[in-house]
């Protein structure tokens, strides 16, 4: 077999990072064997990172945009504070007992707050003034889950946006039926002309785009 020097960087780097843990793992396994595109899931290395974000910034309310199976709400909830509060929707309620099985499991789910919905309709009815978003659903709008949350943001305020490099589809030039790769590009030319913030896109996984409210 062809020797693949991504792959071995990627464990590497795994091997040499926290462990995502005992339930992380189960559910990873899980949802592999029984959820339609287990890749969705941030996963071990996503899954430190945005640990290691509430660990720095120590938010005490952060929103999830997109649930899927709870693996990014649970790595936020690990790193943030006990009295931390943490919204997460979900559109898609065929997960809703996915979710709450891993849920149920841990005492971390006091912090977590799942709403199943639609987040274009929910983010309105939310009244908090959040120190972490986390984008994370529908690659076709991005543009408005920035719009709806950006007054909600504190100053200072960080927000994560994930698969913004969509494997390197940027690049291209999408066919009009494409509105995944245009709703991305369009959200990354947005944030880039931004001056309301600042932000960098790290080249890691699917590209992780960290926008910090001025
Ligand atoms: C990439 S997955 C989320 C992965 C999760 N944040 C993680 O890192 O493990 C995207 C999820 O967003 C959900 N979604 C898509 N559109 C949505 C919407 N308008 N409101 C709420 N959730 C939505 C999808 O059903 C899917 O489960």
């Given at each position: 077999?062809?020797?693949?020097?991504?792959?071995?960087?990627?464990?590497?780097?795994?091997?040499?990072?926290?462990?995502?843990?005992?339930?992380?793992?189960?559910?990873?396994?899980?949802?592999?064997?029984?959820?339609?595109?287990?890749?969705?899931?941030?996963?071990?290395?996503?899954?430190?990172?945005?640990?290691?974000?509430?660990?720095?910034?120590?938010?005490?309310?952060?929103?999830?945009?997109?649930?899927?199976?709870?693996?990014?709400?649970?790595?936020?909830?690990?790193?943030?504070?006990?009295?931390?509060?943490?919204?997460?929707?979900?559109?898609?309620?065929?997960?809703?007992?996915?979710?709450?099985?891993?849920?149920?499991?841990?005492?971390?789910?006091?912090?977590?707050?799942?709403?199943?919905?639609?987040?274009?309709?929910?983010?309105?009815?939310?009244?908090?003034?959040?120190?972490?978003?986390?984008?994370?659903?529908?690659?076709?709008?991005?543009?408005?889950?920035?719009?709806?949350?950006?007054?909600?943001?504190?100053?200072?305020?960080?927000?994560?946006?994930?698969?913004?490099?969509?494997?390197?589809?940027?690049?291209?030039?999408p066919?009009?039926?494409d509105?995944?790769t245009i709703?991305?590009?369009?959200?990354?030319?947005?944030?880039?002309?931004?001056?309301?913030?600042?932000?960098?896109?790290?080249?890691?996984?699917?590209?992780?785009?960290?926008?910090?409210?001025?």
């Amino acid at each position: 077999m062809a020797f693949d020097k991504d792959d071995a960087i990627e464990e590497y780097v795994l091997s040499h990072i926290d462990e995502e843990g005992d339930l992380l793992k189960q559910l990873n396994r899980d949802a592999h064997v029984n959820l339609l595109k287990p890749r969705m899931l941030s996963g071990h290395l996503q899954g430190r990172m945005l640990k290691m974000f509430c660990r720095m910034m120590q938010p005490k309310y952060i929103l999830e945009i997109g649930t899927y199976t709870a693996y990014a709400t649970l790595c936020l909830a690990e790193g943030a504070a006990d009295d931390a509060v943490i919204h997460t929707l979900e559109v898609n309620d065929e997960l809703e007992d996915f979710i709450m099985k891993y849920l149920h499991k841990t005492k971390l789910k006091d912090k977590i707050h799942l709403h199943i919905g639609d987040a274009m309709q929910i983010i309105p009815t939310l009244d908090c003034v959040f120190d972490l978003v986390f984008i994370d659903a529908n690659k076709r709008h991005y543009i408005e889950y920035y719009d709806l949350i950006f007054d909600k943001v504190r100053p200072g305020g960080l927000i994560v946006a994930d698969n913004t490099l969509w494997d390197g589809h940027v690049l291209e030039t999408p066919k009009p039926s494409d509105k995944q790769t245009i709703g991305i590009k369009a959200f990354n030319d947005m944030v880039a002309k931004d001056d309301r913030v600042e932000k960098v896109i790290l080249p890691i996984r699917d590209g992780l785009t960290l926008i910090w409210k001025k």
